[in-house]
């Protein structure tokens, strides 16, 4: 189990609380036990209409200096940006020169924007070198990977 600083375990005791009284559209939080794990329900919009997606979060002890470890699970969505071993490709996700993770960022928010990845999709397939990708990562977090975020259309 992770041992939260007590900046991380304020802040996620805050996001839990403001989740609790106003949860994104279409999402639903569906553990959060331990407090470093939650497990978020999301209803697929528009052409994902019905579809049920489970997003895992992993807080480090560095939240919210560093971003959580985002990955879907059970039901992973195909989309041209998420693997079909659950990892996803949004720069807001990671913590690198090119990406674009901030403190300002909250789990709410993050949920949102995946909605509205998923929104904005036009077909349903998977990322180019997805079975290569997830045979070389062999259940590695998605925060090792040194992503190439080229599409700004989402």
């Given at each position: 189990?992770?041992?939260?600083?007590?900046?991380?375990?304020?802040?996620?005791?805050?996001?839990?609380?403001?989740?609790?009284?106003?949860?994104?559209?279409?999402?639903?939080?569906?553990?959060?036990?331990?407090?470093?794990?939650?497990?978020?329900?999301?209803?697929?919009?528009?052409?994902?209409?019905?579809?049920?997606?489970?997003?895992?979060?992993?807080?480090?002890?560095?939240?919210?200096?560093?971003?959580?470890?985002?990955?879907?699970?059970?039901?992973?969505?195909?989309?041209?940006?998420?693997?079909?071993?659950?990892h996803?490709?949004?720069?807001?996700?990671y913590?690198s020169?090119?990406?674009?993770?901030?403190?300002?960022?909250?789990?709410?928010?993050?949920?949102?924007?995946?909605?509205?990845?998923?929104?904005?999709?036009?077909?349903?397939?998977?990322?180019?070198?997805?079975?290569?990708?997830?045979?070389?990562?062999?259940?590695?977090?998605s925060?090792?990977?040194?992503?190439?975020?080229?599409?700004?259309?989402?």
């Open positions: 189990m992770t041992t939260l600083t007590p900046v991380a375990q304020r802040r996620i005791t805050s996001e839990m609380k403001d989740w609790i009284n106003l949860p994104p559209e279409g999402c639903k939080l569906t553990s959060c036990e331990p407090m470093t794990q939650w497990v978020v329900e999301i209803e697929g919009p528009l052409m994902y209409t019905g579809e049920v997606f489970h997003l895992r979060i992993i807080f480090t002890e560095r939240y919210p200096l560093e971003p959580p470890d985002f990955c879907f699970i059970n039901n992973i969505p195909c989309h041209n940006h998420i693997y079909s071993n659950g996803i490709c949004l720069d807001i996700l913590d020169p090119n990406a674009g993770w901030s403190p300002a960022l909250t789990i709410n928010k993050v949920a949102l924007s995946l909605r509205s990845m998923l929104a904005s999709s036009t077909s349903k397939q998977r990322p180019p070198g997805d079975q290569d990708y997830c045979k070389r990562v062999k259940g590695r977090s925060k090792l990977t040194r992503w190439e975020f080229e599409d700004d259309t989402v």
